[in-house]
């Protein structure tokens, strides 16, 4: 299995222009999970969906960001516009959740934003 | 609120300095407590998961403990090979999948 797949893993872009970022999650697994990682606040969770129906938004952290899992392989955060202050690397993860068991995360290899 | 606290900040070892790093965490019920190795430039790497307080898990020079309070990541005799950032992460009973982390211990191991 190739692992979670992110893209791209490296992004650079001007304040106010839109930046996508792309999750193919390990195939079978039903959760995944978009995180944000800094030096100043660590690794916070922003949003995590169950079966592509997003359950808990509340970690994101403004309408600029959205979201979108429109089937079982593909995942997309969007921050339009973005700013310097969403400079980070942003990972995805996916678990399975099987027999009602709440299993490990695997992670992806994380794509760093850079907002100048 | 659900809050983890990890200790030290910064962990400095020779190798073959056997030592410990702490995780202290305050929820209203555990479902689970995760430990993950994180290496620079790279995600997190899942190493353990614990349930319930007495339960123990070891994997190499590694070896996990839980308590109703805290979990303590035993590392016996490291190497350099085992410097990187471990993370501590706790899912509460509520919040469904929602997982908790740590800021995290930077171990560095000196050869």
């Known amino acids: 299995d190739a692992g979670v797949i992110q893209s791209p893993r490296h992004e650079v872009t001007e304040m106010g222009q839109e930046v996508t970022l792309r999750c193919k999650p390990i195939s079978g697994h039903n959760s995944l999970f978009w995180y944000r990682q800094t030096m100043m606040r660590g690794l916070e969770l922003l949003i995590y969906f169950n079966n592509n129906v997003p359950i808990d938004d509340s970690g994101m952290p403004e309408d600029r960001f959205s979201a979108k899992m429109p089937n079982a392989s593909f995942s997309t955060l969007k921050i339009q516009p973005s700013e310097p202050r969403d400079s980070a690397v942003y990972f995805c993860?996916?678990?399975?959740?099987?027999?009602?068991?709440?299993?490990?995360?695997?992670f992806g290899p994380g794509t760093r934003l850079t907002v100048l | 609120e659900d809050q983890v606290t990890q200790s030290p900040e910064a962990l400095r070892l020779q190798e073959g300095e056997s030592s410990s790093l702490n995780c202290s965490y305050t929820?209203?019920?555990?479902?689970?407590l995760f430990w993950y190795r994180q290496d620079p430039g790279k995600g997190p790497e899942f190493l353990f998961t614990l349930y319930s307080a007495g339960e123990e898990k070891e994997k190499e020079r590694l070896k996990a403990t839980l308590t109703k309070k805290e979990s303590f990541l035993h590392i016996t005799a490291p190497k350099p090979e085992d410097s990187a950032t471990y993370l501590c992460a706790v899912r509460p009973t509520t919040g469904g999948f929602k997982t908790i982390f740590g800021a995290g211990t930077r171990l560095f191991v000196k050869a």
């Open positions: 929820v209203s019920g555990l479902r689970g």
């Open positions: 993860a996916s678990s399975s959740s099987s027999g009602g068991a709440y299993n490990e995360q695997f």
